[in-house]
């Protein structure tokens, strides 16, 4: 079957050189995301069939900047989500970075100000956030900022419906799947994990990667709740089984 009008975006959040004595199940070594850029690139140039590939990152975190140069090393871009309320901070981008990716024809996205949950912030605290952040990336990069990635994946309709009024027209959710091209409205992605099979990546960029495990996320979440979820999770960081995607 032929993807020409598939898409798949992976997700990432930090990339680091160095090992981290703070690590999180999010964090992929540089080396390693390297390998899978490097794999991205070849497959964009021999293969008329996979789906096309959009690379994203979360949070505007400091180790973007060597991520958007490897990028560009190997002719591709990437789209960051940048927390605007965190730049300059330790750890994270400063404005001039985000500048710096932004000419080098890296797109820029908003990932709120101070990434609260969405759902839980009244209508006008809302509108601060999505409204300050794309304000303050469009002055400060000149690009039209109409990606929105919703902290931690949460929204409900009401947070997607205000995000499309307000001139957002790609909400990208941390829902696992594929998404039609070109890329528009909500759309689902693949979050790239330190734990995740080198097979898995492969079959993600072929089109055939499987989505039960975010089906099982999804019911537990239900079963036990999101703040007891994200408690089990974060407590598990440190021990990374292999997941098959």
């Known amino acids: ?10 997700t990432y959040h930090r990339v680091p050189k160095a090992k981290m004595a703070n690590a999180k199940f999010h964090d992929l070594p540089f080396d390693r995301f390297r390998k ?19 690379i994203s990152f979360d949070d505007g975190t400091s180790d973007h900047l060597e991520a958007g140069n490897l990028l560009n090393e190997l002719g591709l871009t990437g789209t960051f989500f940048i927390i605007t309320g965190r ?46 952040s794309k304000r303050f990336l469009e002055d400060l990069t000149h690009q039209s900022i109409d990606w929105l990635a919703p902290p931690g994946g949460i929204y409900n309709r009401t947070v997607l419906e205000r995000a499309v009024a307000l001139g957002y027209s790609v909400f990208r959710t941390m829902e696992w799947g594929y998404t039609d091209w070109p890329v528009q409205g909500r759309t689902p992605c693949f979050p790239v994990l330190a734990g995740s099979a080198p097979d898995s990546f492969e079959r993600i960029l072929d089109g055939k990667a499987t989505v039960w495990p975010f089906v099982v996320k999804t019911y537990l979440k239900k079963f036990i709740g999101e703040g007891m979820y994200s408690k089990l999770r974060n407590q598990l960081s440190g021990f990374r089984p292999t997941i098959r995607i």
């Open 36 to 54: 899978q850029m490097e794999m991205v690139a070849a497959r964009a140039l021999s293969s008329t069939t996979a789906p096309n590939v959009c």
């Open 1 to 10: 079957m032929s993807h020409k009008h598939q898409a798949v975006i992976l």
């Open 87 to 132: 730049l300059g901070q330790e750890g994270y981008l400063t404005p001039d970075e985000v500048q710096h990716l932004a000419r080098n024809g890296h797109r820029i996205g908003s990932h709120s100000v101070s990434h609260p949950h969405l759902t839980e912030l009244s209508m006008a605290e809302l509108d601060k956030e999505l409204i300050t």
